[in-house]
């Protein structure tokens, strides 16, 4: 046994380092643990290296601060890389975020020039750069011509709508069929798309890093079916088991949709307004070449991309993005769900905090899941037409003080559940903070 693990650590120490951009973004968070399992070094590069405290796959890369719009923190990051992927955006920063997007693209191309990086591999949009298309899709094919630039060869992909649970077009989506029985929409919700699973963005991501075919190249990803807009929310609605209906209203203001999006559903004002001005024009695969360049790839229908990321709607597949060091209560809208997270120092020991949570969900009948290496508890609390809810506990340490974190997920279903959730909101809020403080305290008297 010893021999072996000497052999896998050597293996492992001999395979190629790989850089990972943008690693606190949604792509990273599924590309990065396939990496690792392929058995790959990897390195991120992350503003805030914090945010990615929560990442089950955090203690197995090497995280290294920096940011792309400061090119001197680059070179330390890019120092040993053998391939790097550029999965970067600014289009949070609103205004002006085109301009940043070449400036950030061709600072890293500049970083890269004589480090001894082979290969840039950089997801992109999916879109007829001979049409009007949208800035957000503009920029997207000009980061693209602004790295290959640079003495580096680039990999590009362009894809369009994502599915999967976390991508912030398949939330848009989620969110505003389960609310709206009839869905509003422009005009535009009748071009088409060519939507492409999450699975598959990444295995072309990680095919690109072996293939050699494709190096260089620049290709466009979509799933096997081509739809309309609206057809992705219906769709959705069907898979579902939702009753919806497409309304169509020409004229609305760009920016009122985007307001609506933001209050609705996950994504920031700035990026709903890029993302529903790239509506205007169609997103489908007008170059199929990725197909026979890269035939490892098998593509994933769009029914079974929707069902898999309905799949992920769970607390043991959620990205912890709000686990970022520091102990303040947060409220989020992520992966389909309500989220509610609070933390309370607490005394009293482990086994005495999950036995006080065990006698709490036999007294309330809830379904209890225990898993002793991640020193965490989920209750299924209920299933009902509203949604389903689970509480999270863990036992942890920050510094020399023992605390308890309690994170609420609720999915809602439908209406029914969105009315559930914020017209007894203040109620769930008062419970939960109760509920956290009742454990910790409990526990210590025993």
Not at 154 to 165: D, K, L, Y
Not at 258 to 271: D, E, K, Q, S
Request: charged share 20%.
């Amino acid at each position: 046994m010893g021999e072996e693990r000497r052999k896998r650590k050597e293996d492992w120490l001999n395979s190629p380092l790989i850089l990972v951009t943008g690693a606190t973004g949604y792509i990273a968070s599924r590309l990065i643990p396939r990496l690792l399992d392929s058995g790959y070094r990897v390195r991120c590069l992350a503003r805030e290296p914090l945010r990615l405290n929560g990442r089950s796959w955090s203690r197995h890369v090497e995280v290294v601060q920096g940011d792309v719009t400061a090119p001197s923190s680059l070179r330390a990051a890019l120092e040993g890389v053998q391939t790097a992927y550029y999965l970067i955006h600014n289009m949070s920063y609103g205004p002006g975020y085109t301009a940043l997007e070449l400036d950030s693209a061709r600072a890293f191309a500049s970083a890269a020039d004589g480090t001894g990086l082979e290969h840039i591999i950089y997801l992109g949009g999916l879109a007829d750069s001979e049409q009007h298309i949208a800035p957000h899709m503009r920029s997207r094919i000009e980061t693209g011509r602004v790295l290959r630039e640079g003495s580096v060869p680039v990999t590009e992909f362009r894809a369009g709508v994502i599915i999967g649970s976390g991508s912030i077009s398949f939330e848009m989506i989620r969110f505003m069929t389960e609310l709206c029985p009839i869905v509003p929409g422009p005009a535009w919700m009748k071009n088409k798309a060519q939507p492409i699973a999450i699975q598959n963005v990444i295995d072309y991501l990680l095919a690109a890093l072996t293939n050699p075919d494709g190096r260089g190249g620049v290709f466009e990803i979509g799933g096997p079916d081509v739809v309309t807009y609206g057809d992705l929310m219906l769709g959705y609605a069907r898979i579902r088991g939702l009753k919806r209906r497409m309304l169509l209203l020409p004229g609305i203001p760009l920016w009122f949709m985007a307001l609506g999006v933001h209050w609705m559903t996950p994504v920031p004002y700035p990026i709903a307004y890029a993302l529903i001005d790239g509506l205007s024009a169609d997103s489908v695969v007008k170059h199929p070449e990725a197909l026979t360049t890269f035939p490892e790839v098998k593509l994933i229908n769009f029914d079974s991309a929707i069902e898999d990321a309905l799949a992920r709607t769970h607390p043991a597949h959620i990205e912890r993005v709000w686990a970022d060091g520091k102990q303040k209560p947060k409220s989020i809208k992520h992966e389909g769900c309500f989220i509610e997270h609070c933390e309370t120092v607490s005394y009293a020991e482990r086994e005495k905090v999950f036995q006080r949570i065990v006698g709490l969900a036999e007294k309330q009948g809830w379904s209890l899941e225990v898993n002793e290496a991640n020193q965490q508890m989920i209750a299924h609390v209920q299933n009902q037409s509203a949604g389903r809810k689970w509480i999270e506990w863990r036992v942890g340490q920050v510094g020399s003080l023992p605390y308890i974190s309690q994170t609420v997920f609720f999915c809602p279903r439908g209406l029914p559940g969105f009315l559930y959730w914020f017209l007894y909101y203040p109620f769930h809020l008062i419970n939960f903070r109760g509920l956290i403080k009742s454990i910790a305290g409990q526990s210590a008297i025993r």
